[in-house]
């Protein structure tokens, strides 16, 4: 009885509290996510306005910071050429590379302004005419429509009929708008053009404050780049931390490669469409060439949403020409997916196609055409991380890495640390099968 009490009372004095306060403490931060995720659909609308707001105080930093980012090639390529002369010539070395990055970046500057106000002038006088001519010669081009389906269509066919009838309805569709909302509403329309305007200033008033912030970003980027490094190895431990700044550099390549790149070839699509159209005297050639390069800055779909307001506008200019733009496009675009684009991209992404559309499909359901653009790179780069980690376990577990490895496996034999295949399995069967056939047609000729 005494040895019975003894062992109790150390039991007593054994009994630890760590397991049970690891179960309460779970619990509770079970409960306090619960709770949070609740007040968090409850209180969406407000969550949703705060956004807002903080993404309009932050707009002149974002517009800095991503200026900085499409400025830094430009600066980089620039400063690899200057500084080695300021060098020679300037004993202190601080000072030439201050003076070689300041440099750099009034260049930068200069050569992006030049371009966009090349390209401005050169497009804007010729979008205006295009315009007005569009909106002039939209009623002729819609009667001489008419008139074109009437003699290529048997005017006592009911597609006729039936055409004509349509397009003398959206005349008086439009007609009636006009007279009902539209001059009503030119009040309405007056002050939302003065809310339009104000804010307009204020986007201009953003983009000067985001470029003097992309000014100090860039002349100070090393010691940014620094000081995230040295907050990334203080906080996680040293593995972690070059897992992470591995990861980032990584991030940096598949944005800065996937986003230049684009542009690049979103250029001379559009200056090919140019030339093209000028060659194959088409309407409205710059208009169209604008809508081309800027909509194929949008992958996979970007092409198709360029051609369908441009063949519709060409069309109803003259319809033989919007067969011809039709034809021409989709030479262009297989010229751009098959040649061009994998030029310059290369496999900057490493998505598949199926990977690809889902990237664009989810970004644009959450962001809109922004999100359509950064979709394919974010993704690319939640891809690759989730890829790194899903190899490093297998890696632990010695598992093979490669995915045509696992596309027969059937089961993994846990004993002998191997996988079955169901080919093996299957001819496994069916020599089974073949010997009790064998076996049966010996028992059949032993019974007779």
């Known amino acids: 009885m005494?040895?019975?009490?003894?062992?109790?009372?150390?039991q007593k004095a054994n009994w630890n509290i760590r397991p049970y306060l690891a179960i309460g403490l779970t619990a509770f931060i079970v409960i306090i996510a619960s709770i949070s995720v609740f007040f968090l659909i409850y209180r969406y609308t407000g969550l949703t306005e705060l956004w807002n707001k903080l993404s309009n105080i932050l707009q002149p930093i974002t517009i800095g910071l991503i200026l900085a980012y499409l400025l830094n090639p430009i600066v980089k390529f620039e400063?690899?050429?200057?500084?080695?002369?300021?060098?020679?010539?300037?004993?202190?070395?601080?000072?030439?590379?201050?003076?070689?990055?300041?440099?750099?970046?009034?260049?930068?500057?200069?050569?992006?302004?030049?371009?966009?106000?090349?390209?401005?002038?050169?497009?804007?006088?010729?979008?205006?005419?295009?315009?007005?001519?569009?909106?002039?010669?939209?009623?002729?081009?819609?009667?001489?429509?008419?008139?074109?389906?009437?003699?290529?269509?048997?005017?006592?066919?009911?597609?006729?009929?039936?055409?004509?009838?349509?397009?003398?309805?959206?005349?008086?569709?439009?007609?009636?708008?006009?007279?009902?909302?539209?001059?009503?509403?030119?009040?309405n329309i007056l002050t939302s053009l003065t809310t339009g305007v104000i804010n307009v200033v204020k986007v201009l008033f953003n983009i000067i404050i985001g470029i003097i912030i992309s000014i100090y970003v860039l002349m100070s980027k090393e010691s940014f780049i620094g000081q995230s490094k040295k907050l990334i190895y203080a906080i996680f431990p040293p593995k972690k931390a070059n897992v992470i700044v591995h990861t980032v550099h990584k991030s940096n390549e598949i944005f800065g490669g996937f986003i230049s790149g684009k542009i690049l070839d979103s250029v001379i699509i559009g200056i090919l469409c140019f030339v093209g159209l000028s060659i194959l005297k088409m309407p409205y050639t710059l208009l169209v060439s604008v809508i081309v390069g800027v909509t194929n800055v949008i992958p996979f779909f970007g092409p198709y949403l360029g051609a369908v307001p441009s063949t519709i506008l060409i069309t109803l200019a003259n319809p033989l020409s919007g067969l011809y733009f039709l034809i021409f496009i989709l030479v262009l675009q297989q010229l751009?997916?098959?040649?061009?684009?994998?030029?310059?991209?290369?496999?900057?992404?490493?998505?598949?196609?199926?990977?690809?559309?889902?990237?664009?499909?989810?970004?644009?359901?959450?962001?809109?055409?922004?999100?359509?653009?950064?979709?394919?790179?974010?993704?690319?780069?939640?891809?690759y991380i989730i890829r790194n980690i899903v190899n490093y376990v297998l890696e632990k577990k010695k598992l093979p890495k490669e995915t045509g490895a696992y596309i027969q496996v059937r089961r993994l034999n846990i004993e002998k640390h191997e996988f079955e295949h169901w080919e093996k399995q299957e001819k496994k069967e069916k020599t089974k099968k073949a010997g009790k056939?064998?076996?049966?047609?010996?028992?059949?000729?032993?019974?007779e």
């Open 2 to 10: 005494e040895e019975n009490n003894k062992k109790t009372e150390k």
């Open 79 to 187: 400063e690899k050429y200057l500084l080695p002369v300021l060098e020679k010539n300037i004993k202190n070395q601080k000072k030439a590379g201050k003076l070689s990055r300041g440099i750099s970046i009034f260049g930068a500057l200069i050569f992006v302004g030049l371009i966009l106000s090349i390209l401005l002038k050169m497009v804007i006088p010729e979008l205006y005419r295009s315009i007005e001519r569009m909106i002039v010669d939209l009623p002729k081009q819609v009667n001489g429509f008419i008139d074109w389906a009437s003699t290529h269509v048997d005017e006592n066919s009911k597609v006729a009929d039936k055409l004509e009838q349509m397009l003398k309805q959206g005349t008086k569709f439009f007609e009636n708008w006009a007279k009902t909302e539209f001059l009503p509403q030119t009040k």
């Open 336 to 383: 751009d997916g098959n040649i061009i684009g994998p030029k310059i991209l290369g496999d900057s992404t490493g998505l598949t196609s199926f990977w690809v559309v889902f990237a664009i499909l989810v970004g644009g359901g959450l962001f809109g055409v922004p999100g359509m653009i950064i979709g394919v790179p974010v993704f690319a780069v939640i891809y």
């Open 437 to 447: 056939v064998e076996k049966d047609k010996e028992q059949d000729k032993t019974e």
